[in-house]
């Protein structure tokens, strides 16, 4: 069965530092994934997607996420944190439902809190 | 860019009420889906539906039902709300060509029900 899991509930960096979210996944398909940004009120936003093209993926506002499969991770990273990265964060695996139709499932989210 | 839009940001209604959530989508999108958003239990699907007038149930349909009569808007009805039902709502659309494509998201309905 396809999962998710982002290992992290919650991270805290200064502004200026590295940023790493973590995120694992379990596919018994090539999987698709992508990581989305959700800020506080507002809908989900797509920062990145992969899909078995390059494994370091660049996404915007300089984030990007590097895909393993020997570790079966995607974990996205940002070298220098922002005041604006401060948001939720979610991992997102596309499961295959058959034919050309496919669902996603979501990880349970990492806020991300950036101190001054 | 696509764009997905939720009728209302914020909705207040009383218990027993029918309730009803709009979701437009401009991209000519097959793919549209609804889904719930709570504290501690992450996005959970609702329904979704791959074509006009088609509609499958998603993880958690108890309670909700659907309308797609037309290709750009999808409809979200709580036929008897109740106060479990208080929540964030989230239409997404994407495109029918491959499993894989990625959703576009609307900024959620916060849904109140008193």
């Known amino acids: 069965a396809q999962s998710v899991t982002q290992l992290d509930s919650h991270v805290s960096v200064s502004e200026g530092t590295p940023v790493l979210l973590r995120c694992n996944y379990s596919?018994?398909?090539?999987?698709?994934l992508f990581w989305y940004v959700q800020h506080p009120n507002k809908g989900l936003q797509l920062l990145l997607k992969y899909t078995s093209a390059a494994t370091l993926v660049k996404g915007i506002n300089g984030f990007e996420a590097e895909f393993k499969k020997s570790e079966t991770s995607f974990h996205l990273t940002k070298p220098s944190a922002h005041m604006s990265d401060a948001a939720e964060y979610f991992c997102?695996?596309?499961?295959?439902?058959?034919?050309?139709?496919?669902?996603?499932?979501f990880g349970k989210g990492t806020k991300l809190s950036v101190k001054p | 860019d696509v764009k997905v839009t939720q009728s209302s940001r914020y909705l207040v209604k009383r218990t027993g009420e029918k309730v009803f959530l709009e979701c437009v989508q401009d991209m000519d999108h097959e793919n549209m889906f609804w889904y719930r958003q709570d504290p501690g239990l992450g996005l959970r699907l609702i329904y979704f539906s791959y074509d006009v007038k088609m509609k499958e149930k998603g993880d958690i349909p108890e309670g909700y039902s659907v309308s797609r009569e037309k290709k750009e808007r999808f409809s979200l009805i709580l036929e008897s709300a109740s106060t479990n039902q208080t929540s964030m709502y989230l239409c997404a659309s994407s495109p029918g060509q491959g499993w894989n494509q990625p959703q576009h998201f609307g900024d959620g309905t916060r849904l109140s029900i008193l």
């Open positions: 596919s018994s398909y090539s999987p698709s």
């Open positions: 997102v695996v596309s499961v295959f439902e058959g034919g050309s139709q496919g669902n996603l499932i």
